[in-house]
Each structure stands twice: as structure tokens, then as C-alpha cells.
């Protein structure tokens, strides 16, 4: 049961035949962010069903999820108890997804769009739409991390970038993204991750945090011009003889 922000209540409902031999054990454990499993309470009460057992002493952060395991027995007349209702109430955690179709204009993520910014003027400019599509409010610091890798796959750039706001629940957030690309050259590609891990904030599933935009290309504009020379149509050496009215050739690449 979860993920949750916090706990609430456990209400349970195991109804036994009046004068029945039958018991019952219900235990509530906690299971941790590794999926470790922690018996919280190896026995609820049977008092406790319908008004409900308080959980709100329960750490969610330690433990975001919860398991409920019941145990019938009747060694007399094998009638077991009949499980009408268990459930828990919790605040649930928020979720979140990359609005790709969000971002203006429609071209910001276009390799051309960034091959310009990585010439002129160096850093790499576009927006990242993240949308909650949930009541609940994420928490902060919400983060995005920002990869620009070069075509054998080493990060050449890696940055963290912080949410203007908190992420209410049910609304949408611009986290502004602005790389410093300057010097770099060849092609490249880029890919944020909002609220990466290790150290994310609660979140229902991560596999949609992620926009990867396709490779662009940077040339080297600091390359040393060439300049070719040939003297009658040939490549003379160092003080070989040419001449004396030769047709002098020169060609410059740029």
C-alpha cells in the first residue's frame, strides 16, 4: 500500500460467528525505500476495525509503503473468520510528467535551434514543461538535471538546475534551462531528468521525468586557415629553382 507522503488510519473488518472457535492475527508491517520489511505492530487490536487505528505515528519517509497480513485459524470446527474490509488511508505522493508538446516555440528543441545558441552565443536556452498530474503538492527543492554528452557518451556538461516555485498539485511549472556550451565542438546530445535520482523527492514513478532532445552539431571555427602556394602549377620545395616570370598560385581555405 503506497507510496505515501503520511499515514492516516487502518480500519479493518473481520466479522467471527457469535460462541466461534476461530481467530484471527493481523499484522501491519512497514517496508522501507530499499523494500526491506519491518513488523510494526505483529498484532492490531480487534478493538481497533471500525473506529479505526491511528497510523500518523508512522514515519512515511522511512517507510513509504505498508503491508497488511492476515492469519485465520479455527483448529476446532474449521470456520474461519470472514474478512469483510481491511484498507488504509493515506495523502498519496504526487506524479509527475515531461510536457514535451508544451514547450514554445514549437522549434526550441530543434538541433538547429541549438546548434545556433552553441555558436552564438554559447549557451544552450529552451524551456522544460513539467506538469503534476495529481492533488498532491511535490516538495522542494524540486531539481532538474541537465546532461549535454558528446557522441561517444561522456558528459562534456552537467549541471543542476532549480525549480522557480514549488509544483502545486494539478498545475504545471517552466523550469528555464541555460547550459554554458562555450568551446565546445562536435556533435552532442542533450538530456534533462526533473527531479533525478539519487535524492528525489517522493514521487509516484520516474520514468517519465525525462526529455532527451535529438543530437546537434558544433564545428570548430578555430581552425588556422590554409593556404596553398604552387608556382607554375607545382609545389615547390625550399630553395629549389623556379622561373624568373613564374605564374604564382595561391589559394586560401577558411
Known amino acids: 500500500i503506497g507510496p505515501a507522503q503520511s499515514w492516516e488510519n487502518l480500519y479493518h473488518w473481520v466479522q467471527r460467528e457469535p460462541g466461534a472457535t476461530s481467530s484471527y492475527t493481523l499484522k501491519l508491517i512497514g517496508i522501507d525505500a530499499a523494500g526491506g520489511a519491518t513488523v510494526l505492530n505483529p498484532n492490531v487490536s480487534h478493538g481497533s476495525g471500525r473506529p479505526g487505528l491511528a497510523l500518523n505515528s508512522i514515519s512515511a519517509t522511512q517507510y513509504p509503503y505498508l503491508r ?147 543530437p546537434f552539431s558544433v564545428i570548430d571555427n578555430n581552425v588556422p586557415p590554409t593556404l596553398d602556394v604552387a608556382f607554375d602549377g607545382r609545389h615547390i620545395l625550399n630553395g629549389e629553382l623556379v622561373s624568373p616570370v613564374p605564374i604564382i598560385n595561391i589559394q586560401l581555405s577558411d
Open 68 to 214: 497488511l497480513e492476515l492469519a485465520l485459524k479455527d483448529s476446532v470446527n474449521r470456520t474461519a473468520p470472514q474478512l469483510h474490509e481491511w484498507f488504509i488511508t493515506y495523502k498519496g505522493v504526487p506524479e509527475g510528467v515531461v510536457r514535451r508538446d508544451l514547450a514554445t516555440p514549437s522549434t526550441v528543441y530543434d538541433p538547429a535551434t541549438l546548434a545556433a545558441q552553441a555558436i552564438s552565443p554559447g549557451i544552450l536556452s529552451f524551456p522544460v514543461v513539467f506538469e503534476n498530474i495529481t492533488p498532491f503538492d511535490f516538495g522542494t527543492p524540486l531539481r532538474a538535471k541537465v546532461e549535454v554528452r558528446d557522441a561517444s557518451g561522456t558528459a562534456s556538461k552537467t549541471v543542476t538546475i532549480l525549480a522557480p516555485r514549488q509544483l502545486k498539485g494539478d498545475s504545471t511549472i517552466t523550469i528555464p534551462v541555460k547550459v554554458n556550451v562555450i568551446g565546445l565542438v562536435g556533435t552532442f546530445t542533450t538530456k534533462v531528468t526533473v527531479n533525478p535520482t539519487p535524492n528525489a523527492l517522493p514521487e509516484l514513478y520516474l520514468f517519465n521525468n525525462e526529455l532527451n532532445l535529438a
